[in-house]
């Protein structure tokens, strides 16, 4: 059975740092795409950052040069690094996977695979 455990939310500070973390069971990591989604209360879930089996990573406009996606397929585990957090990133935060992307990496529909999430809390 998959499984995706996300941990390392909470609550910071603007201008703080988080690390999320994501762990794997269940299937070998290492053949895997995963990301990062985050679901405001009342909006769409967003992806932020994908990255794939061959390591490439993408990162959302919208968050771009403010996170920093990684994976240890080793440990089967992802991560990802936010740092400049701002009250508005305050949402829950999933990880997803899937075997490949059949067609764009930031769409809902190409993750079989999530976690339950994990809070974010960013107060001003």
């Known amino acids: 059975q998959v499984q995706l455990v996300e941990s390392g939310g909470g609550s910071v500070q603007a201008g703080g740092s988080l690390r999320l973390s994501c762990v794997a069971s269940?299937?070998?990591?290492?053949?895997?795409?995963m990301a990062w989604f985050r679901q405001l209360p009342g909006k769409e879930r967003e992806c932020l950052a994908a990255?794939?089996?061959?390591?490439?990573?993408q990162i959302a406009r919208s968050v771009e040069g403010r996170v920093t996606i990684s994976r240890d397929d080793a440990k089967k585990q992802m991560l990802l690094q936010m740092t400049g957090l701002r009250p508005e990133d305050s949402a829950v935060y999933y990880c997803?996977?899937?075997?490949?992307?059949?067609?764009?990496?930031?769409?809902?529909?190409?993750?079989?695979?999530w976690g339950q999430g994990t809070q974010v809390t960013v107060s001003s």
């Open positions: 997803a996977a899937d075997r490949n992307w059949s067609g764009f990496w930031y769409e809902e529909i190409e993750y079989k695979y």
């Open positions: 269940g299937y070998t990591q290492s053949s895997y795409c």
């Open positions: 990255i794939d089996t061959d390591d490439i990573k």
